[in-house]
């Protein structure tokens, strides 16, 4: 583990700037504060993508992506935090303290690293066999340059070859001192009985697999004689590579995926590159093995769509619809493109060339229940069972999308689609839910108490108090505003602000989680003597804090000082009218709670039998919409009596 000294290290050196400089060019407008460039996020032509220097951070006013220096770095190269302080700490030059370990940790630790030293070894050894030997060019790069890839995509994919013989790469790396028993972990050697050993990968071009941050995790490898087998070979688990958290491609693809917002997922490895030689980045393939739910997490850290690429073999294709189910079960949206028939993603892509290649995905994307109703349609059209069976195939699709408006809008596509009434699929959809939530303990509880499967109702009364809750979060919100902001502004000689907010909200309850924890905070450290600001909460609040603070201290617009310096016009900023702000702030912010709490003693009063306690809640009604009266005045807005 990262000892909490090198990780501060990190976090006092990273600074936003010069971190987000190496992704985007960042330019101010005019003398504004802010540093702006297009998002990296998402696709954008205008800028909205704002770098606040002096508070190290950063916001996208289009995507709503926002964060430290720590953040930016996590999001965009899909790394976790371990993984970021130690790709800063390199790119600073500080030098990594760990914390002590068990021995069992340190020596898991180091045979890890010492895997991913020995593959890394083998990328090279496999990449300059392909390049300078004749072997390797005459075989290896003329298959390549066969299926027409060229110099840079070699270069970007790291492609090799490996040596005929059976131990090339052994007697290469026994020479350069490699452990054989690690070059047999790392799945690049073969030992058999009688302490036979050879190469695993012998006359074959060689793909290597990186792994999110780009370590060479494992190799695939093709053969290119007609008469050996299995035409394509991979490295076997190791402690570094576990196939099914791994999706070929990603490495080199997540930019792209984050810009398109969009995954295209294909079946192989040379899919994927044929695909980028047509200028199409953001492709995976998950390797020709069934997609899995780690692979999908994947690629939802940069993208929540899925296009799945398929051959035209209706076979093939009914084998992957698991994967299809999977991808909705995950929250996730997936669209089909389906190829002519003996064409794949590889084959038609130079078939067409690049232009018309992106023409055709774009023309050819479907969604997944007009891909699956066509799928079933020939077979089941002149067949009733075969239908019915069709049907419920499509209706259990639906059924694994967790969000009931999508899972609406497919039903009434479906109807139009399969000509069949909603309410029958409706219905089928019902049965299904109900048969899911029997599986599980608490929806059976949930359902017992009558909860509807699908459009439940409110009540007008309902909605009321929806909206007057809301219109306290909004209130809350603009407390924290305040308080982040301006806290130590004085609104009248010696008093700050967060004086006064602190002393008039204290018996006001905080409904919001989020705030109620940041206002919470505030108090408990001000009775340990200490003010907190916005850096504070950046650097030491949850993420959900820290999302919010950020949110709250940046602004999307700035006023130009040209108003004033050139056209002599004076316009007032907030902290020109912070006292009438901050007044005006906590009376609406109490009139909101108060209307909160004559709504539900009206709720109180309409379901109260006893007299008695019916002329309490009077009392409590009066009290409160005197109060509501009062506040009202100062804020200038007319209530009901």
Known sequence: MIAKQTIQEVQDRADIEDIVSDYVTLKRKGSGKYLWACCPFHDEKTPSFAVTPDRGIYKCFGCGKSGDSINFVMEHDGLNYVETIRHLAKKYGIEIIEDEQTDDQLAEQNEKDSLYIVLNYANEYFKKQLLETDEGKSIGLSYFKERGYDAPIIEKFQLGYSQSAWDSLLQDATKNAYNEDLLEKAGLIVRKEGDKKYDRFRGRVIFPIHNVTGKVVAFGARTLKKDDKPKYLNSPESDVYHKSKILYGLYQAKGAIRQ???????????????????????????????????????????????????????????????????????????????????????????????????AFLKEHTTDFISFKTSLYAEESARDPLKKAESIKEIVSSIGKIPDGIKRAVYLKESSKLLDIDESVLVAELNKILIKDRRKDTKKREEEATGERLLDELITETEVKSIDVKDQIRIQERESIRLLVNYGLNEIEEEYKIYNYLLNELEDVEFVTPVYKEIFELFKERLDQGEVIDDQYLIANGSEAIKKEVIDLVTERREISPNWNDKYQIFIPAEHDLLETVVYTHVARLKFRVIQKLITENLAKMKVEKDSEEQDKLFIIHDRLKKSEMELAKVLGIVVSR
């Open 260 to 358: 398109q917002d969009n995954c295209y997922l294909v079946e192989g490895y040379t899919d994927v590159i044929s695909l980028h030689q047509s200028d199409i980045e953001n492709v995976v393939s998950s390797s020709g093995t069934s997609l899995t739910d780690e692979q999908i997490k994947l690629i939802s850290r940069f993208s929540q769509n899925i296009t799945v690429l398929f051959d035209g073999d209706a076979a093939g294709m009914k084998a992957s619809l698991r994967g299809i189910d999977m991808i909705l079960e995950a929250g996730m949206n997936v669209r089909v493109v389906v190829f002519p028939e003996g064409e794949d993603p590889d084959s038609y892509s130079k078939k067409l060339g690049t232009s018309e290649f992106k």
